[in-house]
């Protein structure tokens, strides 16, 4: 509601219900108040049964004196450019509301020297500055330029360095290049149109006006914005650092690309220090991280976050809560204090009971991904044993090639090669490849328009006589030196498996406080269920606010939440965990920023990694800076027979499983218990599919020939218009299936029973993603019949490879997922520890409230850890192996526990 004279605010109907409403004064020039933000938090206020908003025009604010404003409960007012601060200070005096954001304070944020006397009184890290006061008699000033330094007050500033008016509404700010890198400088100023900064050849310094001088920090591009909403709240953004090129990046509704933010816990209690320490309940600021450290550069008063529906319900809510619960008992109004971020996160369990939630783990597998393709070539063009000599390739008969400039190099041979081939002539007497495959090296690194060591790598592999006869379709084997080229691609997450990853975050939120409560401000607690949901539900823009999981996204705002998100090093695990953190959070934007900000590697420490043998070298391992001791991998051996190492032990259930599946006569009792000791379900179900494995195998692989004669005819026939899913060419589908056809069937004449895993692989993607394509030829039928057989065969192949007998099922997990198995351990049994914790790094010290600056906030030791593992399937399989055999419920017992009971029936029944 606006006022104005003509305004009515005061009549009868007002008079009967002002005793029980809170009226809300917004009070701020007209450019802020009329603003999208703003009108997005007032709108959602104002759902608040028992408040009223009053927006002070700028006519009143400017001509009217403060005795004819009009009256409110509590005053929001915030300063800039030529709003009358002092005025709205006399107001406050006069009127005695409650203020948000105190006044008096926001003169001290027009002036950076006051701002950073400020952030360095309340013990929050700043860059190294030091301030040149010109307003100052000379003599108590000292300052020297030299070419590459400037000296003040004694502080020796090298380039690059800073220079700040100390003026904070003078956004003109410098930064000044070393001659090493160029010189010049970059000038900052405040955003016109798409350009936020502009190169200059100056290298000199302004010599008139007061600055503040301070390191330059390098932020590898970015900067981070920080906005509170009391001293419990803190919302993030990244955004393109207008120090970079000075080119706004925008998106395609021409607003300023932000990223999503997740703060560390030091960082949110830098938040709740600067809110408290500038009495801003409502502010923002800019945060610079670099080299570990995270420092406050600016801060900029009341501010809203632009564009996000998550942060408008937040800031409202928590606005709306905070002037009720302040003013409801003085006005008498009968309002009940909703689920607050400070009330224990309390949840339903599956047993029927509420209970506090303390710690959340999950290992998660990655999400559906292309095929894991390889193809093989062998080399002897002189560019590439150049090439391989320059990456020191002699030195270990090896090299991987991952980088974009290495793959760049091999893609660059590969194109010249095809040309000189083209060209024919006495050029081809030193080329030796064939060039079908070599077309198939440049079609496989071309794809995609750009080079990702997530998604293809090269080997080259050093051969003194040449490829091995054995190994090779080719007449005799040359004696002389050649390299083996192994190109692998594949395996990368598909769309389809970054939408599976995000759903699942979404899904995943609503086990915490809130997820099943769809309560928001302004919907009384005393209303029923249903109408709680209805209101929630009808509020405008209140898609966020009316959906499942909001508890969690709150608490994570807070200091609640203790989140930490480890994935192994493969692209396709790394990208599945930050879709999972997308949607986990309700996050905007790429990928690629939310994987950088907030997924681990944990490969430094064996925790995720999938080579079984990875600790057992070395006399302990690296952990973030601090070296492992051997006892926290001694488990990878334990009850390993002799000197067997558990590749061994593997390989010997392998041979022991490909040997009765290649057997030519059907399962007998005794052939189905062999196979599947442990009596899973999904097992024997397959057995009694498969019958004979030989006939089942032998009828898999008439199937892929009869596919492998129908992709050429379903080609020609379409014209190869028809685009196969993820871009994949027709050449490369039937390559794929004409090489599973080669290896399944080798000159042995026996069934390879190792390539079920792949066929499997292969048959399954084609089925989901390929359907549109296939469905209505003649292969549709060949498709389904081949999934369903080996899909069957796939199911006794696949999980068993991990040990048949419980005996090899523990050795083999064990020897796989005991760091992980030791990590989760320690991740429960740190939420009953009542001492100091034995912090797995540095910065897990803070996820508690440092006691000393949770003044106001009831128990700041309550949070909820969560921790999510992504990895790949050995380390699922091994897990679950641990957890169902492992001896973690008593065997007398398992009966009488029901929830367990059907824990174990559900893994027994599902295959994969």
């Known amino acids: 509601m606006e006022f104005s004279s003509e305004n009515t605010w005061m009549d009868l109907e007002q008079e009967e219900t002002e005793g029980k409403q809170v009226i809300v004064g917004v009070c701020a020039m007209e450019k802020k108040t009329l603003s999208k933000p703003m009108k997005e938090i007032l709108t959602r206020l104002e759902e608040f049964e028992y408040i009223k908003t009053c927006i002070f025009t700028e006519k009143v604010i400017l001509e009217e004196p403060v005795e004819k404003w009009p009256l409110c409960d509590c005053l929001i007012s915030f300063h800039s450019k030529g709003f009358p601060l002092e005025k709205s200070i006399t107001y406050a005096n006069l009127r005695k509301p409650l203020v948000i954001n105190n006044l008096e304070s926001q003169f001290a944020i027009q002036d950076r020297r006051e701002v950073y006397r400020i952030l360095s009184t309340a013990g929050i890290d700043l860059p190294r500055h030091a301030v040149l006061d010109r307003d100052l008699p000379p003599e108590e000033t000292n300052f020297e330029e030299q070419d590459d330094s400037v000296v003040v007050n004694g502080v020796v500033f090298n380039k690059p360095f800073v220079e700040k008016p100390v003026d904070a509404e003078d956004h003109n700010i410098i930064i000044y290049y070393p001659a090493s890198a160029g010189g010049g400088s970059q000038r900052l100023f405040r955003k016109i149109g798409s350009r936020s900064s502009v190169y200059s050849p100056e290298s000199n310094v302004r010599r008139a006006g007061s600055f503040i001088y301070e390191d330059f920090m390098a932020t590898d591009g970015t900067d981070v914005k920080v906005y509170t909403v009391g001293p419990d709240y803190a919302h993030a953004e990244a955004r393109k650092s207008p120090a970079l090129d000075g080119k706004v990046e925008r998106n395609s509704e021409g607003k300023e690309v932000r990223y999503p933010v997740i703060l560390s816990n030091k960082e949110k209690l830098i938040a709740r220090k600067v809110c408290m320490a500038f009495n801003q309940t409502v502010c923002g600021f800019d945060l610079l991280r670099a080299n570990g450290r995270s420092c406050v550069c600016d801060v900029n008063g009341f501010s809203f976050v632009k564009n996000s529906r998550k942060y408008y319900d937040d800031c409202s809510n928590i606005l709306g809560n905070m002037i009720l619960r302040e003013l409801a008992p003085t006005l008498h109004i009968p309002w009940t204090i909703p689920f607050q971020l400070d009330d224990p996160p309390i949840v339903p369990t599956t047993v029927g009971k509420m209970m506090e939630l303390r710690c959340v783990v999950a290992v998660v597998r990655h999400g559906d991904r292309t095929p894991k393709q390889k193809m093989k070539l062998e080399v002897k063009h002189p560019m590439f044993f150049d090439l391989f000599k320059r990456m020191n390739g002699y030195k270990v008969n090896h090299v991987k090639l991952k980088k974009p400039k290495h793959l760049q190099e091999v893609l660059d041979i590969a194109r010249f090669l095809i040309t000189e081939i083209e060209k024919g002539g006495s050029s081809n007497e030193v080329i030796e490849e064939k060039k079908s495959k070599l077309d198939q090296v440049r079609y496989i690194l071309e794809m995609y328009g750009h080079f990702s060591g997530i998604n293809r790598k090269v080997q080259l592999k050093y051969q003194p006589k040449g490829r091995p006869k054995s190994t090779s379709s080719e007449e005799e084997a040359l004696k002389e030196p050649s390299l083996l080229l192994v190109l692998k691609w594949g395996g990368e997450l598909t769309p389809t498996g970054r939408v599976q990853a995000e759903e699942l975050g979404k899904v995943f939120r609503c086990m915490y406080p809130g997820g099943q409560d769809l309560l928001i401000g302004g919907v009384p607690a005393h209303e029923?269920?249903?109408?709680?949901?209805?209101?929630?539900?009808?509020?405008?823009?209140?898609?966020?606010?009316?959906?499942?999981?909001?508890?969690?996204?709150?608490?994570?705002?807070?200091?609640?939440?203790?989140?930490?998100?480890?994935?192994?090093?493969?692209?396709?695990?790394?990208?599945?965990?930050?879709?999972?953190?997308?949607?986990?959070?309700?996050?905007?934007?790429?990928?690629?920023?939310?994987?950088?900000?907030?997924?681990?590697?944990?490969?430094?420490?064996?925790?995720?990694?999938?080579?079984?043998?990875?600790?057992?070298?070395?006399?302990?391992?690296?952990?973030?800076?601090?070296?492992?001791?051997?006892?926290?991998?001694?488990?990878?051996?334990?009850?390993?027979?002799?000197?067997?190492?558990?590749?061994?032990?593997?390989?010997?259930?392998?041979?022991?499983?490909?040997?009765?599946?290649?057997?030519?006569?059907?399962?007998?009792?005794?052939?189905?218990?062999?196979?599947?000791?442990?009596?899973?379900?999904?097992?024997?179900?397959?057995?009694?599919?498969?019958?004979?494995?030989?006939?089942?195998?032998?009828?898999?692989?008439?199937?892929?020939?009869?596919?492998?004669?129908?992709?050429?005819?379903?080609?020609?026939?379409?014209?190869?218009?028809?685009?196969?899913?993820?871009?994949?060419?027709?050449?490369?589908?039937?390559?794929?299936?004409?090489?599973?056809?080669?290896?399944?069937?080798?000159?042995?004449?026996?069934?390879?029973?190792?390539?079920?895993?792949?066929?499997?692989?292969?048959?399954?993607?084609?089925?989901?993603?390929?359907?549109?394509?296939?469905?209505?030829?003649?292969?549709?039928?060949?498709?389904?019949?081949l999934y369903t057989n080996v899909q069957n065969l796939a199911d006794v192949v696949i999980p068993q490879e991990y040990g048949m007998t419980r005996a090899e099922k523990l050795t083999i997990a064990q020897g796989i997922c005991t760091p992980l198995l030791k990590k989760i351990k320690a991740d429960l049994q740190r939420n009953i520890e009542d001492g100091e914790e034995k912090c797995e790094e540095e910065e897990d010290t803070v996820h508690r409230l440092n006691p000393r600056y949770s003044s106001g906030v009831s128990s700041p030791g309550r949070h909820v850890r969560t921790r999510l593992y992504f990895t790949s399937e050995s380390h699922i399989h091994s897990l679950l192996t641990v957890l169902t055999h492992g001896g973690l419920v008593d065997i007398e017992m398992q009966g009488q526990d029901e929830q367990w009971r059907r824990a174990l029936e559900y893994v027994s029944l599902v295959s994969e």
């Open 528 to 785: 029923t269920q249903v109408d709680r949901y209805t209101r929630a539900a009808s509020l405008p823009n209140g898609e966020y606010a009316g959906t499942q999981g909001l508890g969690l996204l709150r608490l994570h705002s807070t200091y609640r939440h203790d989140l930490k998100i480890y994935a192994s090093d493969e692209g396709r695990v790394q990208m599945t965990a930050a879709a999972f953190a997308k949607g986990l959070l309700a996050l905007e934007g790429e990928l690629t920023p939310i994987l950088v900000q907030m997924v681990k590697s944990a490969n430094t420490n064996g925790l995720l990694d999938n080579d079984c043998d990875s600790s057992g070298d070395g006399k302990g391992k690296k952990k973030k800076g601090k070296i492992v001791p051997d006892e926290y991998y001694e488990s990878y051996y334990r009850n390993l027979a002799e000197n067997s190492n558990l590749r061994d032990l593997k390989d010997r259930v392998k041979a022991k499983l490909h040997e009765m599946l290649q057997r030519d006569h059907e399962f007998s009792q005794e052939d189905e218990e062999l196979l599947n000791p442990c009596n899973k379900i999904s097992i024997a179900k397959a057995l009694r599919f498969i019958r004979n494995p030989v006939k089942c195998c032998g009828y898999v692989y008439d199937l892929i020939q009869e596919l492998n004669v129908l992709i050429p005819q379903i080609q020609e026939e379409n014209g190869g218009k028809q685009v196969l899913y993820h871009a994949e060419t027709w050449d490369l589908m039937a390559r794929r299936w004409g090489k599973l056809e080669k290896d399944f069937l080798p000159k042995t004449g026996v069934y390879d029973i190792s390539k079920i895993p792949d066929i499997y692989d292969c048959i399954k993607y084609d089925v989901e993603h390929n359907r549109s394509v296939l469905e209505n030829t003649d292969a549709w039928k060949v498709v389904v019949e």
